[in-house]
C-alpha cells in the first residue's frame, strides 16, 4: 500500500522516484511493481525507455469494496525441500547496503576503500558529496560502478547541510565521524517522501555509548566525545 499511496500523491512517477522515496530495494519495488500491475490495480504507460506509473481507481475500489466484505482468502503457500539449489546469482545492487559503506569507509585513518558494484542513484551522489565534504578523497568510477574512498584526510565533523537535508541516510556518517574525530554536528537530516520517522533513538544510543548530545534550537544536533573514540 505504501507504493499505491506513493502513486496517488505523485501519478505518472517512473521506478526511479519510487525507489527514491522508498527504503526499499530497486529490485523489490520492480517486482512489487509488476504484481500490481499484473493485479490491475496499477497501470504502466510506456514512456521512451522508461514506464510511468499511476493507480488504477476504479480497480483500487473494487478490491477495497472486496476487502470489506472479507471475500479475499488468504494466499497460501506450501513448500517441500529435500532438493539440493545449485547454480549461481548476482546480487542486485542496493542503496541501503552501500549507503553504510560508504559511511563506515570515513573511519579507517590509512588506506583507501574500495566498493564494487555500487549502484548509480542519488542518495549514492549525495552520500559522496557528503564524504568528499569530511575531507575525503572520493573517486567514483560510475561505468564500472566503482567507489574508492581514501578517509586519510578527513578532518571535518560538520556535515554538509545544503546535503543533510536532501538524504535521510545521513545520520549513518555520524558513528563513523565520531569515533574518528571526538565530533560531529548534524544540521537535520530529510529526503523523505514517505513521511516524518524520527532519528533521535540514534542521539539516544551514542548518548548511552558515552556521547554528549546537545540540540540547538536551529535543529542542529552536536555529539561530542571526551575520549578520543567510541
Not at 546535503?163 to 523523505?192: A, D, I, N
Amino acid at each position: 500500500m505504501r507504493i499505491i499511496r506513493y502513486l496517488r500523491q505523485h501519478p505518472n512517477a517512473i521506478t526511479y522516484d519510487i525507489v527514491q522515496a522508498t527504503p526499499l530495494a530497486q529490485a523489490t519495488i520492480s517486482q512489487h511493481l509488476k504484481v500490481l500491475r499484473e493485479a490491475g490495480l496499477i497501470i504502466g504507460t510506456p514512456d521512451g525507455p522508461a514506464m510511468r506509473y499511476h493507480v488504477n481507481e476504479i480497480a483500487m475500489r473494487w478490491f477495497q469494496q472486496q476487502q470489506e466484505k472479507h471475500t479475499i482468502m488468504e494466499e497460501m503457500f506450501k513448500i517441500q525441500g529435500g532438493k539440493p539449489l545449485h547454480g549461481e546469482i548476482r546480487a542486485q545492487r542496493s542503496k541501503n547496503a552501500v549507503l553504510p559503506m560508504i559511511a563506515a569507509a570515513l573511519m579507517p585513518e590509512r588506506g583507501q576503500t574500495v566498493l564494487h558494484d555500487v549502484p548509480t542513484i542519488r542518495d549514492v551522489e549525495l552520500a559522496l558529496e557528503l564524504a568528499r565534504a569530511t575531507g575525503a578523497k572520493v573517486e567514483h568510477r560510475r561505468e564500472e560502478h566503482v567507489v574508492v574512498i581514501d578517509a586519510s584526510t578527513v578532518n571535518n565533523g560538520r556535515l554538509d547541510p545544503e546535503l543533510t537535508q536532501k538524504m535521510r541516510g545521513s545520520v549513518l556518517f555520524l558513528g563513523p565521524l565520531l569515533s574518528r574525530l571526538g565530533y560531529v554536528e548534524l544540521p537535520g537530516s530529510g529526503g523523505c517522501d514517505i513521511g516524518t520517522r524520527k532519528i533521535d533513538f540514534h542521539h539516544r544510543g551514542f548518548a548511552r555509548l558515552g556521547a554528549k548530545v546537545t540540540y540547538r534550537e536551529d535543529g542542529t544536533t552536536i555529539l561530542e566525545l571526551e575520549k578520543p573514540r567510541l
